[in-house]
């Protein structure tokens, strides 16, 4: 079945350290997103990506970073500058189907909490 | 600066009744209008759209009402049921962004038997 699978889906680390999180779609989508949600505060737009190779900054990309060498992974990294880590963070994609329309196609999430 | 309201957190309703929910936006150049529902732990999933072109979008349940004068955005849900429970986020694009969504804080619907 095509999707967008996140790993790892809850995952704990120590203040300082660089954590990666992965995200892998197959429905041959050309854009990615990372958001970020924090309770009460909605999805907040971290990177984006319309193709490989190519990715720019949202509204909250300090702390983080991303790649796109391969059309199907975004992976995001979450830097020990980011100041407030814990979230949940969501992955999406958008397809040629839905470009006018905007929709996205999301993952399940990876909660991050940093002890 | 919020490009997406939705002021009200929280709204409960009974099981059979109408759930409605509200967002106002500040740009009146946002081309289309979404809503999408999420459960806890779980990503969010679209649920309806509009044009700004179309003043409503009806899909079983659900009816999405847009106010461009107003630029007021409103979801209808009737009749609630149990399983509506959820977060309720509205979204909106601006075509020339490349696709990129705004999304509100989002609301809190629990429907009640």
């Known amino acids: 079945d095509g999707g967008i699978t996140q790993s790892p889906k809850y995952l704990f680390r120590k203040e300082g350290q660089n954590v990666t999180l992965s995200c892998e779609q197959n429905?041959?989508?050309?854009?990615m997103y990372w958001y970020r949600q924090d309770p009460g505060q909605g999805l907040r737009l971290i990177y984006y990506s319309q193709i490989v190779n190519d990715f720019q900054k949202g509204d909250i990309a300090e702390g983080y970073s991303v790649s796109r060498e391969k059309k199907e992974s975004f992976p995001l990294t979450v830097t020990s500058a980011q100041k407030n880590p814990t979230a949940f963070y969501l992955c999406?994609?958008?397809?040629?189907?839905?470009?006018?329309?905007?929709?996205?196609?999301f993952g399940e999430g990876s909660r991050l909490t940093v002890l | 600066d919020q490009q997406v309201k939705q002021n009200s957190p929280s709204l409960s309703v009974q099981e059979g009744r109408i759930s409605i929910l509200n967002c106002d936006y500040t740009?009146?150049?946002?081309?289309?209008f979404l809503w999408y529902k999420k459960y806890p732990a779980e990503g969010p999933t679209f649920l309806i759209s509009?044009?700004?072109?179309?003043d409503k979008n009806e899909d079983g349940r659900f009816t999405v009402f847009l106010n461009k004068s107003a630029k007021h955005l409103s979801l209808h849900i009737v009749p609630s049921q149990p399983g509506d429970s959820a977060v309720y986020f509205c979204?909106?694009?601006?075509?020339?962004?490349?696709?990129?969504?705004?999304f509100g804080r989002g609301t809190q619907l629990t429907v009640w038997p």
């Open positions: 429905l041959n989508h050309d854009a």
């Open positions: 979204a909106v694009l601006r075509g020339s962004t490349l696709g990129r969504l705004y």
């Open positions: 509009i044009s700004s072109i179309k």
């Open positions: 999406a994609s958008k397809g040629q189907e839905t470009a006018n329309t905007g929709e996205l196609f």
């Open positions: 740009n009146s150049m946002f081309d289309y």
